[in-house]
Each structure stands twice: as C-alpha cells, then as structure tokens.
C-alpha cells in the first residue's frame, strides 16, 4: 500500500508540473481556451471493524473486516469560445479488504476471493457553467468491478443561482445498472438447496435509480441552510445470497427479500459563522423505506480555526433506525415467512460516530512544496447498540 501511496503522489506532482508548464508557455489570448489544472487530491484511508453478528453465518459470529481505500481525484476546468465554464472532474478509486466474515462462505478454505478482494472504482464528470446567468448542467459516468459484483452508472445534474447569489437549486438525475454473481453459502450449493430465488453462479441484476433536489439560502452572513430530499428506487437481487438465515426448526436457507425497495430520505444541513474562527455545522436527516425501516441522523461538526492556516474539526453524529419487517434473530425466522433477513444492517439499534480532523494549508505549501496546498488527517470511532465498532483514519492532501 505505500507503494501505490506514493506512486499515486508522483503522478499527482507530474501532472501538477506539466500544467504549470503548459499554462506559463500560453499567451494571453488563448489562455482561456487551454485546460487549466484547478485542483487534485489524494485520499487514503484505513478502516478496521469488528463484532458478532455477522449475517453470512446467520446473525452470530465474527464481524472482523479491514479496509485500505485510497482515491486520485483530479479537476481541470477550462472557458469555451462562447465564455462557458467546462469543468471535468476524474477520480480513479481502489480498495483492498480483508473479511473473516466472509471467509465463512465457505470455511473450508482461507484464501479465496471471498476472504480478500480489491474494487476498483473509476468515474468521470462533466460539468458546464455559465457563470453570467448563474447556471450550469452536467453529467457523469461511473464504473466499479470487485469479484462478484460489477456496476455502471449515469448521472446528470442542473444547477441554478438567484440573481443576488443568495438562492440555490440544484437537481439530480442518477442511475445505477449492477450485476452479481450470486454465491451461496457453500452446504447450500447444490441447485435449489439455497431456496427461492437465484441459485449458485447465477448473473442476477440490480438496479437503483435515484433523483436529488436541494435548495439552499443564504439567510445572513452569517447563517446559510440546505434542505433536500432524495427519492430512490431499486429493482432486482436485494438480498445477499451468500448470508444464511436459521430457522426455528433448526434449517437454514440462504436470505431472501423482496426484488424492490422503495426509499425517502429527507435531510438539511445549517451551518453558522460564529466570527472568523468558529464555524458551527450541523446535518438532520430523516428516512423511511416500504421495508418498514425508519431512520433520524443528527450530526454536529465545529471548525476551530487555531489561525489563518491551521484547524481542527471536532465531530460527532447519533444515529438510530427500526428494523425491517423481514428481520429476525439467529434461529428465530419462521419457516413459512416469505421473506427473511440475519443481518443486522437491517435490524433495531442505535450508533455513535465521533472523532476530529485536522487541517493544516500554509500559503507557501506544506512542508514548503509549493503546488501541496493542504493536507487534511481525520479520525472516527464507530460504535453501535448492537456490539459492532470500528475505527477509520484517513489523509487528503490537495495540490494546486
């Protein structure tokens, strides 16, 4: 992983260097025309969880999961003849995990893919501005492939700013087309031993269509506020075919759910200025599905500037849910439910999530390297009702 860190630094100083160059060789006149380097950042992240109720072995056993993700993201923006802005964003992201819990597929064996795999994820956006009437649209592209699952997606935007700037509206159109190669826990392998639904090596669909609207005023200088609301829709394999559920007559199939999920999240972020050294943000956000589940997120961040160049960024987010209608216990489904559900993603609890960033963007660069503007690390500690806890410590840095 340090390898590949410090390649992906390489690159980004390569790219930053060759764009400086590009851009001192232009001539005034044509300078707007040209691709211009806005911004790129590099993230690296490091994820560690543990528990006991994992859902591939029915709602009990070993949790344990690491994650090492790291995401280039690079940003060149340049004015069209008619004096449009053309921004393109590309971000190239890979992770690599390691799950005991899905080591149980099949426990026989340690070292196949379902004990570690790698996802890479890349994606490409689009965006056109027309900064005089304070609108812009776009679209993007996205694609991710791991072991047993690959996924393509699209998305377009439209962005509209009030005459005074004060007023945003922003909608989003996504759309998600995935496919699976189901596998079932290794005993039920033989066909139709796993129960309804798709059986071992079958291709199986899932696809997720969402929209977004968010409306944001800034109400003084100090106080500003979004409200938006996100509608989804999926169709297709919902359940994990791979995780067990035990029944009260001692059998046990692979999970089963519905083939469609209807969801309403509705949230808004307030944030206020408390001077030039305190920013107060918070986020609330409220969300319902026709699985019977229901959610509240109530979440505080405060960014104390230490001085101009320096802060830090205390956080804490509460969370708590209902559980779905097709949910219960290890051995307690059933064995005439229709549908059925261990994992505990799906059950009763409530969770805390707290930690601190730190930022840190001297005017002459970090460390004195000039095209590094900031380097950001960030840690939280994940802890939920039900015994799952879990640690995650990420670093960006941003060249310019």
């Known amino acids: 992983m340090k390898y590949i860190s410090l390649t992906i630094v390489a690159l980004y100083l390569g790219i930053a260097a060759s764009f400086a160059q590009a851009i001192k060789k232009d001539t005034v006149s044509y300078e707007k025309r040209k691709l211009k380097f806005e911004q790129a950042d590099l993230v690296n992240s490091y994820y560690h969880q543990d528990g006991n109720n994992s859902a591939v072995t029915g709602g009990i056993g070993t949790e344990k999961l690491t994650d090492f993700s790291n995401t280039f993201d690079l940003q060149l923006s340049r004015y069209g003849k008619t004096g449009l802005k053309h921004t393109y964003n590309f971000e190239l992201g890979f992770d690599t995990y390691s799950s005991a819990s899905s080591d149980n597929i099949d426990p026989s064996t340690h070292t196949g893919p379902s004990y570690s795999d790698v996802r890479i994820y890349p994606s490409l956006s689009w965006d056109i501005a027309n900064e005089k009437k304070g609108h812009s649209f776009g679209f993007d592209v996205s694609t991710s492939n791991e072991f047993d699952y690959t996924s393509f997606g699209t998305g377009l935007h439209y962005a509209k700013s009030s005459k005074d700037k004060n007023t945003d509206v922003e909608i989003k159109l996504k759309a998600f087309f995935d496919t699976w190669k189901v596998i079932l826990p290794y005993e039920l392998r033989p066909d139709d031993n796993g129960g309804p ?56 199939l692979a999970e089963f759910l519905p083939n469609n999920r209807l969801k ?52 804490y987010r509460y969370y708590q849910q209902t559980a779905v209608r097709y949910f219960a216990g290890y051995g307690e489904h059933d064995a005439n439910d229709e549908f059925y559900t261990s994992d505990n993603d799906l059950s009763k609890f409530h969770s805390d999530y707290y930690g601190a960033g730190i930022r840190f963007a001297p005017p002459t660069g970090v460390f004195g390297v000039n095209r590094l503007s900031m380097i950001e690390l960030r840690y939280g500690h994940y802890n939920r009702s039900n015994g799952l806890n879990s640690n995650i410590v990420s670093m960006n840095l941003r060249f310019k």
């Open 264 to 315: 309403l999240p509705i949230g808004a972020r307030l944030n206020y200025f408390l001077g030039d050294n305190l920013v107060l943000r918070s986020f609330l956000r409220y969300y319902t599905d026709d699985w019977g589940l229901s959610s509240e997120t109530a979440e505080l961040e405060t960014s104390i500037k230490i001085n101009p160049f320096f802060s830090i960024s205390p956080f």
């Open 197 to 252: 639904g798709y059986q071992q090596n079958d291709r199986a669909p899932r696809n997720s269509f969402s929209g977004a609207i968010s409306l944001s005023h800034v109400f003084t200088k100090n106080f500003q506020a979004l409200l938006m609301v996100e509608p989804a829709y999926q169709k297709g394999l919902l359940a994990t075919r791979y995780q067990r559920v035990y029944f009260t007559n001692f059998s046990h």
